[in-house]
């Protein structure tokens, strides 16, 4: 089920995809219940939860009302206590408060500071099996204007880091002009610092949790374009993967404790990528562009002799299964542009009759998917002038009508997103299958009840949302 669980007005709501922002109590009373977090403003930083099956989530509570508008990070320890670290607004320190969980709710305490010496951003937080909290985050030095990658941690749960707020901890990185990105996770008893630096490279150090100095850097891949599109993983049978993204593509390399394997390209475009283990197969989930304003979310698995094709994520959110045109005045009144709709190529949409998508009274468009769909975009080469349309559903017997959610979408533009609904949990359970020219899907019909005087010419067509993420250059 997919909720909509706010609306916000920062710059980065999730932060980076290095960043973690959803958590799971791990046992207890309160076993399964997620919390997400987010920032709903320029300043302020918000926490919501729910429990399974997660339909109902409270109004967010404030947890950070300084934060500057710049991503955060968080992490659990295994009392369903949350360390949140984020960049002040102003003077752009780094900073820490512990979200403290108890009879199923969390409380914030003192906000602490990391670090309030020069410009601090992106952190990432974890926290050891001998509860020492580490922070990784970019530091860009006031001395000589270079960004360097910072490591340091607290032995007393957050209360004070390193010798104090001035202390910068270790510098990992030699310093570049461009940003560094630094993501971490617990491998085989080691802290592993992995980050992209100046956009050129993807390297590694790492930091025996017995011991007391960081080992030399690792270089795992060069070239351009390395960002902070990148997500490391441990998995629960012996292996760290790391998947990123550089100018040639999408990548994974995996450790297995001894050598790090190949790289494996994956696509040859992406962005914002997950890496899980499911099954113990690695599985990296991440966008991919299918046209203007559509990133799709899908995923690829692992195999015997690399991965595999990418799936969607969520069949609803994909290019349509079918999709028709119908010329009420025509002698061949339906005529099929699914793999036009799915295609960039421009104005291709359209009934051959009519010249138009849609035109005269009782033409119509014929949107079918999989699944009910909360929805669509539509691309246009040329703009409707003067008509007017009405959406409706089949609910087994009838064409049900309705307005979407964002307003009656007339096609008088060259492309829009259209909400039908505000989410999927809105989306009617009536909404049935019909059958339309052979083809049983869920479908969307739009039927024009008032002529245009020129009729909306289409490009692309889909339910694909447009799901964006960062992309920071300094």
Same mark, same amino acid.
């Given at each position: 089920?997919?909720?909509? !669980?706010?609306?916000?007005?920062?710059?980065?709501?999730?932060?980076?995809?290095?960043?973690?922002?959803?958590?799971?109590?791990?046992?207890?009373?309160?076993?399964?219940?997620?919390?997400?977090?987010?920032?709903?403003?320029?300043?302020?930083?918000?926490?919501?939860?729910?429990?399974?099956?997660?339909?109902?989530?409270?109004?967010?509570?404030?947890?950070?009302?300084?934060?500057?508008?710049?991503?955060?990070?968080?992490?659990?320890?295994?009392?369903?206590?949350?360390?949140?670290?984020?960049?002040?607004?102003?003077?752009?320190?780094?900073?820490?408060?512990?979200?403290?969980?108890?009879?199923?709710?969390?409380?914030?305490?003192?906000?602490?500071?990391?670090?309030?010496?020069?410009?601090?951003?992106?952190?990432?937080?974890?926290?050891?099996?001998?509860?020492?909290?580490?922070?990784?985050?970019?530091?860009?030095? =006031?001395?000589?204007?270079?960004?360097?990658?910072?490591?340091?941690?607290?032995?007393?749960?957050?209360?004070?880091?390193?010798?104090?707020?001035?202390?910068?901890?270790?510098?990992?990185?030699?310093?570049?002009?461009?940003?560094?990105?630094?993501?971490?996770?617990?491998?085989?008893?080691?802290?592993?610092?992995?980050?992209?630096?100046?956009?050129?490279?993807?390297?590694?150090?790492?930091?025996?949790?017995?011991?007391?100095?960081?080992?030399?850097?690792? *270089?795992?891949?060069?070239?351009?374009?390395?960002?902070?599109?990148?997500?490391?993983?441990?998995?629960?049978?012996?292996?760290?993967?790391?998947?990123?993204?550089?100018?040639?593509? !999408? #990548?994974?390399?995996?450790?297995?404790?001894?050598?790090?394997?190949?790289? !494996?390209?994956?696509?040859?475009?992406?962005?914002?990528?997950?890496?899980?283990?499911?099954?113990?197969?690695?599985?990296?989930?991440?966008?991919?562009? #299918?046209?203007?304003?559509?990133?799709?979310?899908?995923?690829?698995?692992?195999?015997?002799?690399?991965?595999?094709?990418?799936?969607?994520?969520?069949? =609803?959110?994909?290019?349509?299964?079918?999709?028709? *045109?119908?010329?009420?005045?025509?002698?061949?009144?339906?005529?099929?542009?699914?793999?036009?709709?799915?295609?960039?190529?421009?104005?291709?949409?359209?009934?051959?009759?009519?010249?138009?998508?849609?035109?005269?009274?009782?033409?119509?468009?014929?949107?079918?998917?999989?699944?009910? #769909?909360?929805?669509?975009?539509?691309?246009?080469?040329?703009?409707?002038?003067?008509?007017?349309?009405?959406?409706?559903?089949?609910?087994?017997?009838?064409?049900?009508?309705?307005?979407?959610?964002?307003?009656?979408?007339?096609?008088?533009?060259?492309?829009?997103?259209?909400?039908?609904?505000?989410?999927?949990?809105?989306?009617?359970?009536?909404?049935?299958?019909?059958?339309?020219?052979?083809?049983?899907?869920?479908?969307?019909?739009?039927?024009?009840?008032?002529?245009?005087?020129?009729?909306?010419?289409?490009?692309?067509?889909?339910?694909?949302?447009?799901?964006?993420?960062?992309?920071?250059?300094?």
């Amino acid at each position: 089920m997919q909720k909509l !669980l706010d609306t916000s007005s920062a710059l980065y709501p999730t932060g980076l995809p290095t960043q973690r922002k959803i958590f799971h109590i791990p046992s207890g009373v309160y076993a399964g219940r997620a919390a997400a977090l987010f920032q709903k403003s320029a300043g302020t930083i918000v926490l919501t939860f729910a429990d399974p099956p997660f339909t109902t989530w409270p109004a967010a509570q404030n947890v950070v009302t300084d934060s500057a508008d710049l991503p955060f990070s968080a992490t659990m320890d295994k009392d369903g206590n949350i360390y949140l670290v984020y960049t002040q607004a102003t003077t752009l320190a780094l900073m820490m408060v512990k979200l403290s969980f108890a009879n199923g709710v969390w409380t914030a305490g003192t906000v602490r500071q990391i670090l309030t010496a020069d410009s601090n951003y992106y952190p990432v937080i974890v926290k050891d099996r001998t509860d020492r909290l580490w922070a990784i985050w970019t530091r860009l030095a =006031a001395a000589d204007s270079k960004y360097y990658l910072q490591a340091k941690n607290s032995i007393n749960d957050g209360a004070t880091w390193g010798s104090g707020p001035t202390d910068v901890g270790t510098t990992l990185t030699l310093g570049t002009t461009t940003p560094v990105y630094g993501q971490v996770e617990i491998f085989a008893d080691r802290i592993y610092a992995v980050y992209t630096d100046g956009g050129t490279k993807l390297a590694d150090r790492y930091f025996p949790i017995l011991g007391s100095v960081w080992a030399a850097e690792e *270089v795992l891949a060069t070239g351009t374009g390395f960002d902070s599109n990148f997500a490391i993983r441990a998995s629960a049978d012996g292996k760290l993967g790391v998947t990123y993204v550089s100018s040639t593509g !999408l #990548f994974y390399r995996e450790f297995d404790g001894v050598a790090w394997s190949g790289a !494996l390209q994956i696509d040859t475009g992406g962005g914002a990528p997950l890496l899980v283990f499911l099954g113990g197969k690695p599985t990296v989930l991440y966008l991919k562009n #299918f046209g203007t304003a559509q990133n799709q979310p899908v995923f690829s698995q692992k195999g015997e002799t690399g991965f595999g094709a990418t799936v969607p994520l969520f069949i =609803a959110e994909a290019a349509f299964a079918k999709v028709f *045109v119908y010329d009420a005045s025509a002698a061949v009144k339906f005529q099929d542009k699914t793999a036009e709709a799915s295609s960039a190529a421009a104005g291709d949409v359209l009934h051959s009759t009519s010249g138009a998508m849609l035109k005269d009274v009782g033409d119509a468009l014929y949107l079918g998917a999989e699944e009910p #769909f909360h929805f669509f975009r539509a691309i246009h080469s040329v703009a409707g002038v003067g008509g007017v349309v009405a959406y409706s559903y089949w609910n087994g017997s009838e064409w049900t009508a309705f307005t979407p959610d964002s307003g009656n979408y007339n096609f008088t533009d060259t492309g829009a997103g259209v909400y039908l609904w505000l989410d999927k949990s809105q989306i009617p359970s009536v909404w049935l299958k019909a059958s339309i020219s052979g083809a049983l899907k869920y479908f969307l019909k739009i039927e024009v009840t008032t002529g245009f005087s020129t009729g909306p010419v289409g490009t692309q067509l889909s339910a694909i949302l447009e799901t964006i993420y960062p992309n920071i250059a300094g």
